[in-house]
């Protein structure tokens, strides 16, 4: 079928309209007082992922719950395949369409179930694709809806964790990462998540030392000029003694 839009791809549409005119056009949210909220990368990125599901749910309205499901099922493994071959973007377009085939159905037996069984997986598997593809605010996205739905889901923790050291966010990284290894239950997955928070103690420990560098580097300079400003008011006085000319001091 045609390649599904996103809010981003239509902001820069209008971009280009609008550019050419000398606007800008900016995403956000109009308070009720009539203040302008502007959204951020996570925002946007939840905008693109609810336009893309919007679009995908035609593809199964009014099809049986049964046959929703296995479509779910079918997309789910699909998706697994094009991700064991790497191919994160294919894998991520057949588990965006496993989602739109999730049927809840009418019981609370029949929610949790497909929740726990269906939805969580697909949605860190997702995540997983967001991940490699270092789309780190989408990763986050679905990371979030997880763990909402299941709060020891520690793929969806450890995945998240990851995203925010590609953001930058060592911080909330170190809590994630914490949180997954909490969560797991196997020895070996508690491994793998201790290994990434040592990774990240070696990054923060290159972050210190490099911001100790910066500010060494700024004291250095500070130092340096007041020091080059003193010999400059020295210098101009000595020379003006000499010359007769009024100095700065008995200006």
């Known amino acids: 079928g045609a390649p599904l839009q996103t809010a981003s791809q239509m902001m820069e549409r209008m971009q280009a309209t609008v550019g050419s005119l000398g606007g800008e056009v900016q995403f956000g949210q109009k308070n009720e007082d009539g203040s302008f909220f502007k959204k951020d990368e996570k925002a946007m990125a939840r905008a693109d992922f609810e336009m893309q599901m919007s679009q995908l749910a035609s593809m199964v309205t009014g099809l049986p719950r049964a046959e929703k499901l296995a479509f779910s099922t079918e997309m789910r493994l699909q998706g697994n395949t094009k991700y064991a071959a790497k191919d994160y973007a294919g894998a991520q377009q057949l588990y965006m369409q496993s989602l739109v085939g999730l049927d809840f159905?009418?019981?609370?037996?029949?929610?949790?179930?497909?929740?726990?069984?269906?939805?969580?997986?697909?949605?860190?598997?997702?995540?997983?694709?967001?991940?490699?593809?270092?789309?780190?605010?989408?990763?986050?996205?679905?990371?979030?809806?997880?763990?909402?739905?299941?709060?020891?889901?520690?793929?969806?923790?450890?995945?998240?964790?990851?995203?925010?050291?590609?953001?930058?966010?060592?911080?909330?990284?170190?809590?994630?990462?914490?949180?997954?290894?909490?969560?797991?239950?196997?020895?070996?997955?508690?491994?793998?998540?201790?290994?990434?928070?040592?990774?990240?103690?070696?990054?923060?420990?290159?972050?210190?030392?490099?911001?100790?560098?910066?500010?060494?580097?700024?004291?250095?300079?500070?130092?340096?000029?007041?020091?080059?400003?003193?010999?400059?008011?020295?210098?101009?006085?000595?020379?003006?003694s000499l010359t007769g000319a009024p100095s700065a001091s008995s200006a």
């Open 105 to 240: 159905g009418s019981g609370e037996a029949e929610k949790a179930e497909a929740a726990m069984l269906i939805q969580v997986p697909v949605l860190t598997n997702l995540s997983a694709c967001f991940l490699n593809l270092k789309q780190w605010h989408k990763c986050i996205v679905l990371c979030d809806s997880a763990i909402k739905t299941d709060p020891k889901a520690w793929k969806a923790f450890s995945r998240r964790g990851l995203a925010h050291i590609g953001i930058g966010d060592y911080v909330s990284a170190r809590s994630d990462l914490r949180e997954a290894a909490a969560c797991t239950t196997n020895d070996a997955d508690r491994r793998a998540v201790q290994q990434e928070l040592r990774k990240l103690q070696v990054l923060e420990k290159k972050a210190r030392a490099s911001d100790d560098k910066v500010r060494d580097a700024y004291a250095r300079a500070i130092a340096k000029k007041g020091s080059t400003d003193l010999y400059s008011d020295v210098k101009k006085k000595k020379i003006s």
